[in-house]
C-alpha cells in the first residue's frame, strides 16, 4: 500500500511559479512509475507530466518548456516545478503512483492562477 500527500498549491498570478511536492509512503518507492495530473472544473482529468523508475520524463505538450517534473528517491519525494503559470494551468493537481498492477492516486492540491 502506498500513501500520497500534495503540497504546494496556491493561489498565483500569471507568470509566477509553483512547485508541487508528493511525499508517498512505503519502501518501494524508487521502484514506482510517478506522475501529476490535473482536473480543470468541468473538464477531465489529465496528464501533466510523468516519471519512470528510471527517471525517464513526459510532457504533455500545453506544458512542455514550463513545467518540470524530478523525483528524490531518498526522501521518497517527486515534485512538479510549473514556470510561466497561465489561467488554463488553473485546477486540482493529483499525484499518481503506479506498480503493475496496483494505481494510487493523492487526494489533490488546488492550483489558481489568476490576477
Known sequence: QVQLVESGGGLVQPGGSLRLSCAASGTIF?????????????KERELVATITNSASTNYADSVKGRFTISRDNAKNTVFLQMNSLKPDDTGVYYCNARIHPYDYWGQGTQVTVSS
Open 30 to 42: 524508487r521502484l514506482l512509475d510517478l506522475g501529476w495530473y490535473r482536473q480543470a472544473p468541468g
